[in-house]
């Protein structure tokens, strides 16, 4: 099974400033998908980007971006212009063709934003 | 609007007793996922469903049950056998390829009293 980390429990920034949150991820896969989905104090969990492992180019919407390094297995998400609606729990999940295409998530990184 | 409804918002439960969460898509998807959410522990998959009549255990499926008559809907059971059943429940949809999104409902919070 593939495992996915999300080494930082808690992070902080400043409004208008760029963050960074890292996950690393296992797997023996050579084609799978990657997702960063955000899930607010309401607990709704929101699709914030997914990048496709045979693309080179890293995917990107609006402020946020990542980082996709496949050797290394790392998907890192960028947060530019960070702003107040920012601040959530952000959840790496890595799908493959395993369980049913289910996702298999990271323990997530609190993202805290400051004014 | 399509979407992913989920009820009860709230639910709390004697122990010894059994309780079912509902789940319903009206986004016409094949497939269908329950995850357990408890804090610090991210999502974990408790079963999961790619057509009706049909679905497969996943990681942490005992003292769980669900069923799948039809397309739009996939309650979860939880049994009494589930040792430690207080967490949120997550029910989610998708079309059954591996690159489209998973889509949630509001989730419910099951407390054991």
């Known amino acids: 099974a593939q495992t996915v980390t999300q080494s930082q429990p808690e992070m902080s920034v400043q409004e208008a400033e760029t963050v960074t949150l890292s996950c690393t991820y296992d797997t023996s896969e050579s084609d799978y998908y990657l997702f960063w989905y955000k899930q607010p104090p309401s607990r709704q969990m929101i699709l914030v980007i997914r990048?496709?492992?045979?693309?080179?180019q890293n995917a990107t919407e609006n402020r946020f971006s990542v980082n996709f390094q496949k050797a290394a297995k790392s998907f890192s998400l960028k947060i530019s212009d960070s702003q107040l609606g920012d601040a959530a729990m952000y959840f790496c999940a890595y799908r493959s063709a395993d369980s049913g295409y289910a996702l298999n998530f990271g323990k997530g990184t609190s993202l805290l934003v400051t004014p | 609007d399509g979407g992913i409804t989920q009820s009860p918002k709230y639910l709390f439960r004697k122990e010894g007793q059994n309780v079912t969460l509902s789940c319903e898509q009206n986004?016409?998807?094949?497939?269908m996922y329950w995850y357990r959410q408890d804090p610090g522990q991210g999502l974990r998959l408790i079963y999961y469903s790619q057509i009706v009549n049909d679905f497969q255990k996943g990681d942490i499926a005992e003292g769980y049950s669900v069923s799948r008559e039809k397309k739009e809907s996939f309650p979860l059971t939880v049994t009494s056998a589930q040792k430690n059943p207080t967490a949120f429940y997550l029910c989610a949809s998708s079309i059954w390829t591996r690159g489209n999104e998973q889509f949630f409902g509001p989730g419910t919070r099951l407390t054991v009293l």
């Open positions: 986004l016409n998807h094949d497939a």
């Open positions: 990048q496709e492992a045979y693309k080179q």
